[in-house]
Structures are given as C-alpha cells and as structure tokens.
C-alpha cells in the first residue's frame, strides 16, 4: 500500500481511446490544461466518461483541478487489469506494484491460502485471486476507509478483509496455513515523505505512506512474524525499493527466512521473497 520516496503517480493513464468513448468537453480540457494536469485530454475523456451528469462532470472537474488524484476524482484505478474502487483517504495503487502480483501468481496455485497485509484498497489480494483462480483470500489494513474499499474489491474473488494492524486482526486458524503472504507496506523514509508529489502526501493517510526512520519499521514487523504464519513451503513477497532491498531482505534472513530479490526494470520494481530456512518452523 505504499511507494517509495522517489515515485510519482503513474503517468500511464487507463485506456480512454477505446471506441465509443467520449470525446472530452473543451472547458474540460481548458481548464485542466490551466491546472498544470500534463495529461489534460486523457483525463477530461476519463472523467467525461464516468460523470453520469453535465454537473457531475463540472463537479469532478473542478475537484481535480483542486488537486485531488484523478483516481479519487474518478472513484477508480485501474490495476491488473481491474477497475479498483478507491476514493479520498485511501491510498492509489501504483503501477509498479504489478510485479508484486506477477511475482505472487507464480508461486500461487488455485486453492491456495493467500494474505494481503498492508492491503489498502485490496488492490494486490483481488488481481491475484483473478490471476490465479479460486483461493481462499484475507486481506488486512489499519485504516478503517480503505478497509471499507478493500471489502468491496474483494467481495468478487469472496475474499475477508480484516481491521487492524497486521497479523493482529487474521483469525488464528491461518497460522502455519499461509501459502502467499504478499505485502506492500509504507516504506518512505518519514524525512522523505515532504518530497513526495501533493497527490501524494496531501490526499494518501500518511499510514500508508510513512515507512519510520529508514522506510523499513513494518517491514521488519512483517518478517518477524512471517514464521509464524507461513505454511511449509509458503512465501513472503514485500515490495521495495532497489536501494532499499537489500536491508529488507536481512529483515527477512532475521527472522529466518531465506531472501531473493526480483526486479522488473520496466515498472522501476522491486520484490524481496523469503520462504522458511529448511527444519524452521514459527
């Protein structure tokens, strides 16, 4: 549910030259062009085609230009594929963090137990299930909002979204059953959070965004429990920064987990990947 310090909302938009799709209304396009949106058409069309009314449309217009993130403007990202619901407070998921759901669907089977932590909007746990088929899918964030986003992205895939701060809320019959633990935590350095866009750490819960001291406190929360929680031959898949990777995955040889790192240099992404040392148990 978070990105690093360096990352900026994703500049590719949702396809909006699909035919039939509005052609974006001229005051639209002025007066994003005169908010300093790069995108200005693309985003007058998206918006065109979601506002269900002209004062709708004026209203959604008038909020992006205020500096509200599109998504939010919008009601949706799109994602894997997905239209995912987000809204105000509630983190966007990043482009880059595909890879942490391509990463996740390799080693996922249908039938397989899969936790979301840090889940945000539900985003990661939802395209996974639609990746992989069938599974029996938790999902958990501390922030109440995107816990109420989270259940209905869910609800397609039957998935269980819990509030609280991460294992505390999972029920106790998934200890030692978790064949997929994927995690997006905050991971921005709390000195780096005033760099990042306004989107961004004006419009996002600084929850989803602040990482501590060194971007990694809930990282290492999260692999100091892993243990317990995996099932044998389970993975932990926690996104990262390239700079970071290497202290997350010491975070993860800690807590007895053997660490690899994947990278996509396309999506500037980074993965770390621990499973149980052989003859650990939680």
Not at 118 to 123: D, E, I, L, R, T
Not at 146 to 168: E, F, I, P, Q
Request: aromatic share 4%.
């Amino acid at each position: 549910m978070s990105h690093p310090a360096s990352s900026l909302p994703d500049s590719s938009l949702p396809d909006s030259s699909l035919p039939g799709a509005p052609l974006p209304p001229a005051f639209a396009v002025a007066a994003l062009r005169a908010a300093g949106c790069v995108f200005a058409e693309e985003e007058a069309r998206l918006i065109a085609g979601t506002a269900r009314t002209p004062a709708e449309l004026a209203a959604m217009v008038e909020r992006r230009t205020l500096g509200l993130p599109l998504e939010h403007v919008l009601g949706w990202a799109e994602f894997c594929g997905l239209r995912v619901a987000v809204g105000p407070g509630v983190f966007v998921p990043r482009r880059r963090t595909e890879f942490l759901v391509r990463e996740a669907a390799a080693l996922a089977r249908p039938g397989a137990v899969v936790v979301d932590l840090c889940c945000g909007s539900g985003a990661v746990g939802a395209a996974l299930a639609a990746a992989v088929g069938p599974v029996e899918l938790h999902a958990a964030d501390i922030e109440p909002a995107a816990v109420r986003y989270a259940r209905r992205n869910v609800a397609a895939v039957g998935g269980r979204v819990h509030l609280g701060d991460l294992y505390g809320p999972l029920p106790a019959a998934l200890r030692g059953r978790v064949d997929v633990l994927v995690v997006n935590a905050p991971y921005v350095p709390s000195g780096a959070i005033g760099l990042l866009p306004p989107e961004a750490r004006d419009h996002e819960p600084r929850v989803a965004l602040d990482g501590g001291a060194d971007g990694l406190d809930v990282q290492r929360r999260v692999a100091d429990g892993a243990p317990r929680w995996l099932a044998p031959g389970g993975s932990l898949l926690i996104e990262t920064s390239g700079r970071q990777a290497p202290h997350t995955a010491a975070a993860l040889a800690r807590a007895g987990l053997v660490p690899r790192a994947a990278v996509c240099d396309d999506l500037d992404a980074t993965v770390v990947v621990g499973t149980p040392a052989a003859g650990r148990t939680g």
